[in-house]
């Protein structure tokens, strides 16, 4: 019985190539369940965000190729989306495409005495992340090391400038 992780990776190396020719970009390839049951999900995204003819281009030529290339030796359902607005950050790269969004960390240990730290994401770095957090009316800077960083996601913003505290788990 294959894994789903060896099969998502197979999945990524087709996937990849076709997502990146359509000018997009391959965020993640996530496999699940067993057998006629297999769930292959593959999330893709652009600066601006994709819309459904995005997700109807990449669905019908990663469909044609994995028919093709037959990584997969059962029948699977193939699902190709955008990977949401409050996804937990995978790479640096989703750090990146969020400088100068609101985001919230959530911490491996204690900042100042919070679990997580949330504030208009300035500048990603090679050690860490910066962040421009008001705390007690006061405006400061927070630099976050990579180690330090246990989880981070956007925070859905409503309106100008005004940042909700609801989060989905």
Known sequence: ????????????????????????????????????RTLVRVFIDKPGGIGLNDCE???????????????????????VSSPGLDRPFKRREDYRRSVGKQVCVKLRQPHEGQWRVVGRLVEVEEPGVMLAVTQSRQDQT????WGAIAEA???????????TNVRSR
């Open 1 to 36: 019985m294959e894994h789903p992780q060896q099969i998502a990776e197979r999945v990524r190396a087709i996937a990849a190539p076709i997502v990146w020719a359509l000018g997009l970009e391959l965020v993640e390839v996530a496999s699940s369940g067993q057998g006629a």
């Open 57 to 79: 281009q990449v669905h019908l030529s990663l469909g044609t190729a994995l028919d093709v290339e037959d990584p997969i030796p059962h029948t699977y359902t193939l699902e």
């Open 142 to 145: 927070v630099r976050l090391d």
């Open 153 to 163: 996601r956007l925070e859905v913003e409503f309106g100008a400038g005004h940042a």
